[in-house]
C-alpha cells in the first residue's frame, strides 16, 4: 500500500514535529487525522498554519539521512512547520478504505491554495497507492505558480519513479520555460530519453530563430541521444543568430 | 461589489475627467479592503502597485451572472486563495480575502445549501480575513437565512464580517443588517458595513460598527462626496474602498481618494487612517493579517541564487512606450 515503512516514518516526522512546535500545537496535531470525518479532515488541513505557525523546520543531519533511509529522496529540509504538519496528517489518514482515501485527498487538491498546493504536492511521495496521483501529479506540472512546480520539481522522488514519460517530458520542458534550477529536479538524468533530447533540440533551433538563449543544460541532456553532429549544427546557427540578446 | 446598475439608463460623465495626479501622495501607503481582482487585468496590479497600493481584500461576490453548480463556487473561492493571491504578489501586493455566498445567489437555495457544505473549507484558509461579502440584495426571507448563518459561521470562525449593504431600499437594508448582526451576538467591531453614504453613515458609526464606503462611479460615492465626509466624521471607523470589478470602475479609487483628501486639506494623519491603518485593524482581527508581508519590493528582473521571481514565462516589466515587442 505504501511501498516503504510507514511506521517508522510516522515516528520519525513526529519527532521532528514535536522539536519544532510548540507543545499545545503538537497536542492537537497529533489527535488528528481521522479521514472518516471529512469536514473535521479538511478543517484540521485548512486551519494548519494557525496550529503549528509557518517557521522554518530544523532537522538534524543524521535525522534527514534517517528519513532518506526510509523513503529513499524524501527530504523536509527547507520545509515550514505548516507544510510539514500538513504532510504529516495525510500519513495518518487510514488508507484501508481506497475509494475514501483518495475522495478525501483528491478533494484537497481540488479546493486547495498555493501553500496547501505545495503541501499536497509535497506528499506526492508519501501517499498510500502511488500509482492513484499520477495524473494529479501531471496536473500539477500545469500549474504557473512556480512554488507548486518547484513543490514537483525539486528533491521530490516522485515524478521520476512514476511519471510516464510524456509528462515527464513536459515536467522537464516545464521547468525550462519557468527558469528553475534543473539540477533540482530529482532522477534528471536517469529520466533523460531520446524523445525529450528531439523536443530539446526543436526547442533550441526555435530559441535560435526568435534569437532567444538557451540554459547550458539543454545541450547536456540532448547529446547522449543526438548525433554530435547536429548538436554542433544548432549551436552554431544559434550563435550565428542570437546577436540580438 | 456594486453592480446593479445598467449601462444603459446611465449617462456616461459629461466632462473630460481631470488628470490624477499620484505626486500628491507619492510614498504613501494604502490598503484596498474592497476589490474584486478576478475582473482586472494584471495591468491594474501593476498600476495600483505603482500608486501605493501594498495590500488588498477580494471579497468574494458576483461574477455578472449566476452560478448554476457547486464546482464554480469551489473554483471561484480557491482562485481567490490561489491564482489571484499569486498574481498579486508578483506586483509586491499582499492579497487576502473574504469568503461568503452572496446575497444574490443566496435565492437560489438548492445550490446555498451546497455552498454552505463547503463555506468551512475555506474560511480557515490562510489569508482569509473575514465572511464576506455578505448580506442583503433584494432583501428576502432567503437572504436573511443565508446571512444568519454566515454570521454563526463568522462567529464559530472567530473572523470578521464585511456586510455588502443593498443599492435598493438601502437605509432600511443597513439598518436591518445590523440589527441581525446584534441578534447573533457579534461585536459590532467586528463587523464592517459596506457602501455607506452620508444617510447612513451616522447611524453604522454610533451603533460601534465600521463604516467602508465605496469610491465607485454612478451608483455609490463619488471621492468629492468623500471628502465632505470625512471632514465632517473625522476618521474613527471610517476606511475607503474601490470595489472595483468588472463594471466600470476605477482601481485606483483609494489612492485617488487620497490624493483629493491632501489637495482638500484633510490631514496626513486622518488620510492615513482611512485609506490604510483602520481597513488593516478591523481585518487583523482575523489574525491572519501581517503588516511585514506587504509591499515587498520586487524587481522583477532580480534573481535569487540564480532564481527569477517571474513565473509562468511572465516577462520582467517593460518599457511600454516601446513600439517594439519582443
Redesign the interface.
Known sequence: MFGYDREALQGELATIIQNNITTDAWAWLSQQGDITNT?SF??TF??M??KTGKGLIHIAPEQAEQLNTIRPGFTIEGWTA?RLGRVYLMLQADAIDQERYFAVIENLF????????VALYSALPILAYPELWVKRCAEGIRS???SV?EAIMYYNPYPAEYLPEAAWNQLVMKAI?????LDLITGLNERNNPELARILMDFARERGAAGRSVVPELWHLASPFTDAGIVNAVKQQYSTINTIN | MCCSHSFEDKPLPGQKPEAFDISAVKGMKFFDPHVHMTSRTTDDYQAMADAGVVALIEPAFWLGQPRTGIDSF?DY??SL???E??RSSQFGIKHYCTIGLNSREANNEALAEQVME?L???V????VVGVGEIGFDDQTAAEEKYYRLQLDLAKEAGLPVQVHTPHRDKKHGTQRSMDIALEHGLDPYTVIIDHNNEETVKEVLDRGFWAAFTIYPFTKMGNQRMVEVVKQYGSERIMINSAADWGISDPLAVPKTAALMKLNGISAEDIELVTYRNAITAFAQS?QIDEADFGVNIDQSAKFE????????QQPRVDKSSIIIS
Open positions: 469536514a479538511n478543517a485548512a486551519m498554519p494557525r505548516d481540488l479546493a486547495a491554495e498555493m501553500n496547501e498546493l504557473n505558480i512556480g512546480l520555460f519557468t527558469d528553475k534550477q | 469551489r473561492y480557491s486563495v490561489g491564482w493571491r499569486f463547503i468551512p473549507l475555506f480557515y484558509k490562510d489569508g489574525g540564480g532564481n527569477s521571481i517571474l513565473r509562468g514565462g
